[in-house]
């Protein structure tokens, strides 16, 4: 921000600046404004040789548009912004370039008198208009340069300059990242708002902005912020306390970290923020767990508390025990550190535009040292040595194990982990070796360790803090002191490698010697702290313990010899111009590898929630955080039991999006030590065991512990439960092989199969050759048959928007297909309700209900009233055998995937419905059983949930995958229902706008409904509040208003055949994001009087419709939201809660959600569809 002419002038850069710490921001305008001193920064070289490269790069797409396009590439200068007339002339030239029809402009100049800005590159398309494009080095995109772009799109607009749809990114791996002006330019007005509000309130303010100004957001990390931290001694001071904590206690009135170190704690109390107070009294703060806030004042305490040497904290052991599950010593121990460079790329220069340096980053140098501290270290200057060093590092890895089979590396932190796995991603290589490593945890990350076992009193857990409590003599005092110096001088080395001048080459030498040392000492380093680490533990009695490598077999085998021929047919995978069919390849071996790689991941995660801090994952989906608990009943055996249980009832909250069942068997968690041990699982693990729902409400579940093996009863209650692993995959494993060795044997053909279609991005093939029928939506039953019964071992797709008849459509094309074309029709999908309910509607379509049949799901009721044949266990095959014509069964990918059950291709078709929630892996090992696939659902609704990383999306929905990310499935592909008998046209319209791409609307029979005193549509209702994060009573207050003025008022429906009929508590559904909040909203309905009105999370109520569905959001602000603003702005999620309403939709949330710059492009997206969504437009 600059002034001239006594007006501010702002870019985009102030824009991203504002939006990372407004205090920072307006702090500096006060120091231009010489209101305070500036700040001195000491110079960032990484980020003076980030921006060399990123002019590097920018020169890079110059010239290739010059090659390509020669004098038609407009050049202009930059001209000195605080020259007015200098700025008028280069935006005039500009607008000339552009009435000229120039086909690039480059540095294009806008002022519009308040927003300067400079674009790299803004290309004419063909149909004339000009789409804006920036040079990033960044290898993805990032929000601030999207920031960028949409101002230069709404500076170009403002001029009259016809403009593209889209915007691109010309990333420093020269892939292009493309996207819509619409996804991006409703949340930059809403910044640049912002930005104008707080320049003009600093500009007509005549004191410095102030620490604790509640009108501006803070980071916490900056120069600016950490000054203000220091002198007003805030809580910030205080070790791994967040801004949303540092808000809760500031509201409780806990300000400094010397109000922190004071407070007492004595227990909860209901009611306000702050129960108690902080100097005299004990109490807690709303927000913060009561173990969370002991841990962090006596971080305070400890980090206040004086010590006798100079530069050495205090620390204080606070959980000895723990100390002896470090492992025991073994002479073959070794002590790890690597030094890498993030900037780091190869390839010539070439088209930057077109993707040839797509690898950045290296690893150069893989370090350790022994127990005698001898070091070693494997060094690698580009991408093939790095190969080179990791499989050498690696072969040293396991010769060391078979010499030593007690071995651990230690490291500290999470990078060297994290890199390992990468490393073997990259190269190809040694994934096996590190899953072991990992499996069998050889890998021994000392910083858990640490925050487990030792309180310090240091701002930070670094291992740069922790040396003067072990280093003593020997701190570190190379010119090398920290990574990012290393980085630095490891690229000043590696071009003085280059020069033919012997002096600079020796220099070069010198300074990697230099590296050299510095990672020796970092591996130094982790073997003293570990060594200290053991004394501390020796000094308390508490020796290491004894660890067994006994981690839990893979339930499914390694990566198969059919997953690497795949591989092979598939090329490499980062080939920016890779055909379809090799990406088809690469989702095929995917596939033969999705179901290890969902059990693997799942294992990974469950044993590092064991180990890390319960904070980290209490918001993880199905986590159950226990806040209090309840023996209903005690151990006991009964009847032919052969184990002891007992029922206990836990109260507390679900994390956001969870969705657990009776019958679920998630893991009860248990606090260290626990009652029982796990020998699994790493040291200081919590033991976990599963158990048994047997009742769970929104805020409370029932569960019945068994006591395994020689047990004894125990009195202790688990602190959360945790995910159910998996299911077993049984047959699905090997349907996919077979398909898999299919794809191969057919190469470099392929086989004619509906899923292999897909996969290649194929329309369906039909037997005639012609393209599908479309003759209107009154024909979409006649069409789709007609469709089917000219696939040639194809697959089609049905997409089928709320209230458009998508179970009305299936169940009559298949009524027909079988009726009338003896068609053996198999149904599938994620859940066995949806599945039921598709063969009630198919019976209830006219299909004989002995011509469709499904076996019972477990624990289901045996004389439940259905309108379809039960078949007994297993006996699908001969049921089908009995049949002399067509007929319809149900069941599972378990089912059609069993050849004993389906034979294989022994139905026409397959139906997959709910298919925007069925996996590609799971499609595949389902479509074995039959020659033709039917996908049925939308994938705008609720998404596919996925437990894995996967190398390729193999776990996204069929049908999702299909569409490819269009909101509407393109007619050549299938069909789209257009019309809803549900809603009314003004609630459709904003949800078509939101995920249909306006191609939605309203049957006719709509139009024939009213409400008496209320206007249909979608109604926004703001509420603002503070500190709520998963649960409002304000917005639930809110709530019980809407219903109570909505009750009584008269309905005219003639399809429900109601006429001037009063709206009872069934006519109304509220939706909210969080099962907390659910449980506060069901209080205030109940204790108004409400208490059969509908209330659950969204995922209780896709299928379901009422006159007026209430959606609310709960959450105060984003920095409140747990699981972040994705979660709760996800345009799927809100399309299915205002879909629910036939007449109208109210929206009730805080307007302060809108009110933040997210983290990425995607968020970007979805806070842009909320905006356009409150706005209106």
């Not at 208009?129 to 960044?138: G, H, N, P, S």
């Amino acid at each position: 921000m600059f002034l001239l002419d006594g007006s501010a002038i702002t870019s985009a850069s102030d824009l991203s600046n504002a939006s990372y710490c407004e205090f920072a921001f307006l702090r500096s305008i006060d120091a231009k404004l010489d209101r305070i001193d500036p700040i001195e920064e000491p110079e960032d070289e990484m980020l003076m040789r980030t921006s060399k490269l990123g002019d590097q790069h920018e020169l890079r797409v110059l010239e290739s548009y010059r090659a390509e396009f020669g004098a038609g590439v407009v050049e202009l200068e930059r001209p000195d912004v605080r020259d007015a007339g200098a700025l008028a002339a280069a935006v005039a030239s500009t607008l000339a370039a552009f009435r000229a029809g120039a086909p690039i402009v480059f540095q294009a100049a806008f002022f519009d008198g308040s927003f300067i800005g400079f674009a790299d590159f803004i290309v004419r398309r063909p149909d004339g208009r000009y789409r804006v494009q920036d040079t990033k080095l960044a290898r993805s995109p990032k929000v601030t340069a999207l920031l960028q772009l949409a101002a230069y799109v709404e500076q170009l607009s403002a001029a009259g300059v016809p403009v593209d749809d889209d915007v691109d990114l010309i990333l420093g791996d020269g892939t292009i990242s493309t996207h819509a002006v619409a996804d991006i330019l409703p949340v930059y007005r809403r910044r640049r708002a912002r930005l104008v509000q707080i320049v003009a309130e600093r500009l007509q303010d005549t004191d410095a902005v102030q620490w604790g100004d509640q009108r501006y957001s803070v980071c916490g990390r900056c120069a600016w912020c950490d000054a203000e931290i220091t002198a007003s001694r805030d809580v910030l001071l205080v070790a791994g306390l967040r801004l949303t904590q540092r808000d809760r206690l500031s509201a409780a009135g806990i300000h400094t970290i010397d109000d922190l170190a004071t407070l007492a704690l004595t227990g909860s109390a209901p009611g306000g923020a702050f129960h108690g107070h902080p100097a005299t009294g004990g109490g807690t703060v709303d927000g913060v767990s009561e173990t969370t806030l002991a841990a962090l004042r006596d971080q305070a305490r400890l980090q206040l508390e004086p010590t006798s040497e100079p530069g050495v904290p205090a620390f204080h052991v606070h959980d000895a025990a723990a100390l002896g599950l470090l492992p025991q010593p073994d002479p073959g121990d070794i002590f790890f550190d690597f030094e890498g460079d993030p900037l780091y790329t190869e390839g010539e220069p070439g088209d930057a535009r077109r993707g040839d340096r797509t690898r950045w980053g290296i690893d150069y140098l893989f370090g350790l040292v022994d127990t005698d501290g001898v070091f070693r270290s494997w060094w690698a200057h580009d991408f093939h040595e790095e190969r080179i060093a990791f499989i050498d590092f690696l072969e040293y890895l396991t010769a060391r194990r078979a010499e030593y089979p007690g071995m651990h590396v230690y490291h500290y932190a999470a990078y060297e982990r994290t890199h390992l796995l990468a490393l073997a991603a990259r190269h190809g290589v040694g994934e096996q070796v590190v899953d072991d490593l990992l499996r069998e945890a050889v890998l021994f990350d000392l910083y858990p360790f640490v925050r487990k076992t030792v309180r310090v009193g240091s701002r930070s857990y670094s291992i740069k803090k922790l040396e003067p409590l072990y280093m003593g003599d020997d701190h570190r005092d190379s010119e090398v002191t920290n990574a990012a110096a290393s980085i630095t001088e490891y690229a000043d080395a590696r071009e003085l490698s280059r020069s033919d001048d012997p002096a600079l080459i020796a220099e070069g030498e010198r300074k990697l010697a230099e590296i050299a040392e510095y990672n020796e000492y970092d591996c130094e380093s982790t073997r003293r702290l570990r060594n200290w680490l053991l004394a501390l533990g020796e000094e308390r009695g508490v020796l290491p313990g004894t660890f067994v490598n006994d981690a839990p077999e893979p339930l499914i085998d390694d990566p198969t010899p059919l997953h690497d021929a795949l591989t092979a047919l598939a090329g490499d995978p980062l080939d920016p111009g890779r055909s379809d069919d090799a990406a088809a390849y690469a989702l095929a071996a995917a596939a033969i590898d999705y179901h290890r790689r969902e059990h693997k991941s799942f294992w990974q995660e469950h044993f590092s929630r064991l180990i890390a801090a319960r904070d980290d994952w209490e918001d993880t989906r199905n986590v159950f955080t226990v806040t209090a608990g309840e023996v209903e009943r005690d151990w006991f055996r009964e009847g032919r039991q052969r184990s002891d249980r007992r029922h206990v009832r836990l109260f507390g909250r679900w994390a956001p999006g969870s969705s657990v069942k009776v019958g679920a068997d998630p893991f009860a968690v248990y606090e260290y030590p626990g009652p029982y041990t796990v020998p699994r699982a790493e040291p200081g693990s919590r033991p976990a065991g599963q158990i048994t729902v047997l009742e769970v409400d929104d805020d409370s579940v029932l569960i019945q512990e068994t006591l395994k093996g020689d047990r004894d009863p125990y009195t202790e209650l688990p602190v959360a439960l945790t995910p159910s692993p998996p299911p077993r995959p049984g047959t699905q494993v090997d349907a996919i092989a077979e398909w898999g060795q299919a794809i191969v044997d057919a190469s470099p053909d392929w086989p004619s199969d509906g899923v292999v279609d897909i996969l290649r991005r194929r329309p369906p093939r039909t037997g005639s050759g012609g393209p599908l029928p479309h003759h209107g939506d009154r024909e979409t039953i006649a069409d789709v048959t007609a469709a089917l019964l000219d696939l040639d071992d194809s697959a089609l797709a049905v997409q089928g928007p709320p209230g458009t008849g998508k179970t009305y459509v299936a169940s009559h094309v298949i009524t027909a297909l079988v009726r009338q074309h003896g068609w053996r029709v198999g149904v599938v999908a994620q859940s066995h309700d949806v599945v039921e309910n598709l063969l009630e509607r198919i019976v209830k379509a006219g299909l004989a209900p002995g011509l469709v049949a499904k076996t019972l799901r477990t624990g289901a009721d045996p004389d439940a009233d259905r309108g379809y044949t039960i078949l007994p266990s297993n006996g699908h095959a001969a049921y089908a055998g009995e049949q002399a014509g067509g007929f319809v069964v149900g069941g599972t990918a378990w089912d059609f995937s069993n050849p004993n059950r389906f034979p294989r291709r022994s139905l026409d078709l397959l139906v997959v419905d709910e298919a925007g929630q069925f996996s590609l892996a799971y499609t595949i090992a389902a479509s074995v059983a039959a020659r033709n696939l039917l996908l049925l659902g939308d994938p705008q609704q609720l998404p596919q949930v996925s437990q894995g990383t996967h190398p390729e999306p193999i776990d996204t929905s069929a049908l999702g995958f299909v569409a490819d990310g269009r909101d509407v499935l393109p007619p050549e592909l299938g069909y789209f229902l257009h019309e809803t008998w549900r809603m009314d046209a003004a609630v459709t319209e904003p949800v078509s706008r939101l995920s249909y791409g306006g191609e939605l609307r309203s049957a006719a029979a709509t139009a024939n409904r009213r409400l008496v005193g209320c206007e249909p549509g979608l109604h926004i209702v703001d509420v603002r509040h503070i500190g709520n994060a998963t649960s409002s009573v304000e917005e639930a207050e809110r709530v019980v208003e809407l219903v109570r003025s909505s009750i009584g008022l008269l309905w005219t429906d003639p399809d429900s055949r109601r006429s001037d009929s009063p709206l009872t508590q069934a006519d109304i559904i509220v939706v909210c994001p969080y099962n907390a909040h659910v449980a506060v909203v069901r209080e205030a309905l109940d204790q108004a009087g409400f208490g059969t009105v509908r209330v659950g999370t969204v995922d209780k109520f896709q299928g379901q419709e009422a006159v007026i569905a209430i959606v609310t959001l709960a959450a105060s602000a984003p920095a409140e939201v747990p699981r972040g603003m994705s979660f709760l702005l996800m345009k799927n999620r809100l399309n299915v809660g205002i879909s629910r309403a036939q007449w109208a939709a109210y929206l009730v949330s805080s307007p302060a959600l809108t009110e933040y710059l997210p983290t990425t492009p995607e968020g970007v997206a979805e806070l842009s569809a909320f905006i356009r969504l409150v706005d209106g437009h």
